[in-house]
């Protein structure tokens, strides 16, 4: 690691990246699916390019930013996996008009009616998935209810391509036994499909079933009836994925680098500054099996400490210790300008922090690479 | 509100803006203090100018690269407020001898040291103040420890530039009566002018005594023996603060103005545009006497919907109902499409989501206003 380098600074291990990446990409092979990676999660050329290289077809965004950064890339099958706001049409037509085979997401009859109006308005066929809501935990429509056939129809007749259905099962992120995760990969699986069955028994297209969230994509006994698979921030992985159970701690890929800035000796704090505008403020590990604070510290090569933890957290100062009662001399352990490195609860939210990443290869080499935030 | 905005975007009520900044003001003017905001609260050129015009003196930042922004725009008189690392000392020494009169602030005897070695290596005269702790919360040497003077010679001796001492009570963050308040306010003002005293004693330098948070500068008595206030917060205030108690709801001058995308209607559920990407994964309010989920939902003008929370947020979504058993037609209320505002929990973390504000001023004229995030 780079003694220059300035801190506070999120570092990409590459060689666990491109571990991740493959660990996905075989899955996908193994499932006989295609596998169109979330890159919300990095926002960043460089890993896109990786996740490509390695096999997959087409990506996910969650912004039509993120469309738009990765088109200018060369990137052309893009799905907008978030519902559509009318309001937003006109940059999907701009995408779509410049070659992007962007397709495009709904759940109501008002935001499909929205869709073909604008599209007939602007004679563009729109091609668009319907989003299935197979674990109630946030949007989409029900697979049994008589509304999927509405919407399916609204597309249709009103001159949409109706390309098929999607569905995100992100109730899995709150689950931690093989067992519940295997469950809720076949919910995710079987809804979806159902949801595709109910529209081609109606008449309607629906080519695609695309379903998916990395513990379930890790999870699935298998993918019948299945086209694709998205999944997000396995490329990296985290201390949230780590408690759901499906990556170890020797695969995040995602730290962030730090340095040693002061003490309170009599309380054992080791005061570093990451705070949480370097970690964000997600601690989604709370409620999980494992509460790790704002992250789990680690020595400058990744490798973790035992029991310290950056337990508080304001803008710019953190506040890691050990277990209370662990008597430690933090002072001399960790002196004034000691570096060291934090695995964090969620990786899309600290990497979302920063306006690039610093990528470490294997043998210590060090590149900036980009990400684009913003909306 | 210009119906052509982006939605997520960040909005600055101008108009409660100028107000909060006028509201500080007066208080150092009637305190006898000068005024130093932070701004890692906007980290926005035209916030800061706004600030400087109504008669602050100096800013503080919680960054060397907002010091190196805020200089570039004209600023000389910067103090940083975060505990010196001795990685970090050739940026400030660009920063001074580029002609910015950088004041830096250690708390201990190895930060002391670094800074006069590397000052007396590079022939640089650094000014620096002494954090004190004042409340426990975090950093800093206490007014009654030995370390105290222990720091204040090495730095004298070793030919630095002793300025003072500052403070920063963030316990008063925890606090929601004006009497607790004023209690916080006064210890911080108290252990402070008690570290400069025992300084002075000694027969050292310490001109300077800083203090402040939001909270405790808008609830001190009085400020005997301080010298200047710093508060970041104030300018857009938040709803933590209004928890706190230092501010009414409509002096919230920072919003997110979202875009509806979808409905659940058998459970209520209103689908934004908006989710933690937006908002920020900041749950400050979680703690406090009213829990605001992920922010309060105002209608396009900024008026509050009673009830009406953001109770969840993923990535690009965010969900907002009303309290459980408040039987209300979302549908119908709320068509897709529809223009919400939200009121966030805390305005430094939301306003780091994104790289520009919308300046709206009363008029109805919106402007992008930069913001620099990073390090």
Known sequence: MSPTLDTPCAVIDVARMQRNIQRMQQRATQLGVRLRPHV??????????????????????????????FFAQGVTDILYAVAMAPTKLDQALALRRAGCALVIVTDSVAGAKAIVEFGQRHGERFEVMIEIDSDHHRSGVRSDDPLLLEVARALHEGG????????HAGESYKLDTPEALQRIAELERSECVKAAQAIRAAGLPCVEVSVGSTPTALSAAHLAGVTELRAGVYVFFD???????????????????????????????????????????????QAQKCDYGYGLVCDVDGVPIDGLLLRSANQEHGVASFEPGQVVDVVQQFPLGTRLRILPNHACATGAQYPAYVALQSGGEVAQWPRENGW
């Open 239 to 285: 201390l949230v994925m780590h408690n759901v159970g499906v990556c170890g701690l020797d695969e995040l890929a995602l730290s962030v680098l730090t340095t040693v800035i002061g003490h309170q000796p009599e309380k054992g704090w080791v005061i570093t500054d990451a705070g949480w505008m370097a970690m964000s403020r997600d601690r989604g590990t």
């Open 160 to 167: 949409a391509l109706l390309k098929g259905v999607m569905t």
């Open 40 to 69: 919300k999660t990095s926002k960043c050329p460089q890993v896109v390019e990786a996740q490509l290289t390695a096999g997959a077809q087409g990506i996910t965004v969650s912004t039509l930013k993120e469309a738009q950064l």
